[in-house]
């Protein structure tokens, strides 16, 4: 049983350039997250999904886009990147609402230049 | 507004011995949940624990222990005869949103703990 899995995990990229982040998981979770994780600054949440053809914002969406075109997926996309982007991105997903805790990736460690 | 305070930037404590991580919140909301979460040097986020508003009870679990007290809006972890994998960032959450939304945290600073022989 793999949980959530983050692929790449590791990306350098040059301002201005695009590229997509995946997350996969295979708990049968409804609901999945983006967070950001970025020193003295603790995790920040981007998108969230509450189910499949579904997205809303988080905190800090800005220069992010999500897709959820399946449960079991869901993406993260910079469509032009830009170094305040540099960051530990990391994907969780949920059963459900109030109490359930979210069960992470391992993070995908993103450079921009 | 949701906030979480960790206000121990970094806890150094030789093995064996006895700490605690604070942790102080701020919500609006009369339910609402606690998590703390602990991130090794290998970087994945394991999940510890979770407490509900309505439930004040202190739990243990092994080395493990929580304080929770709304009182003081505080949910403190201690950790006792600290071992050497303890070692690690150590954060608190707190969920916000509405009933029946998705589970949406707000994430402390996190305290990093590092114990040594």
């Known amino acids: 049983n793999a949980g959530v899995t983050q692929t790449p995990k590791f990306r350098v990229l040059k301002t201005g350039q695009s590229m997509t982040l995946l997350c996969a998981q295979d708990?049968?979770?409804?609901?999945m997250y983006w967070y950001r994780q970025d020193p003295g600054m603790g995790l920040r949440l981007i998108h969230y999904?509450?189910?499949?053809?579904?997205?809303a914002k988080g905190e800090v969406p800005d220069g992010y886009n999500v897709s959820r075109l399946k449960k079991q997926n869901f993406l993260l996309g910079l469509e032009s990147a830009a170094p305040s982007q540099t960051s530990v991105y990391f994907c969780?997903?949920?059963?459900?609402?109030?109490?359930?805790?979210?069960?992470f990736g391992n993070g995908t460690r993103l450079t921009v230049t | 507004a949701q906030k979480v305070t960790q206000a121990q930037t970094e806890i150094s404590v030789v093995e064996k011995e006895d700490v605690t991580l604070d942790c102080v919140y701020e919500t609006r909301d009369t339910t609402y949940y606690l998590f703390w979460y602990k991130q090794p040097p290998s970087g994945e986020l394991v999940f510890l624990i979770r407490?509900?508003?309505?439930?004040?009870q202190n739990e243990i679990s092994g080395r493990y222990s929580w304080n929770f007290q709304k009182s003081t809006s505080s949910f403190n972890f201690t950790i006792t005869a600290s071992q050497v994998v303890d070692s690690a960032v150590y954060f608190c959450a707190l969920r916000f949103g509405e009933t029946g939304t998705a589970s949406k945290l707000t994430f402390g600073t996190g305290t990093r703990l590092q114990v040594t022989l």
């Open positions: 407490r509900n508003s309505f439930d004040e």
């Open positions: 708990m049968n979770h409804e609901y």
């Open positions: 999904s509450v189910g499949e053809g579904t997205t």
């Open positions: 969780a997903s949920s059963y459900g609402t109030g109490n359930s805790p979210l069960h």
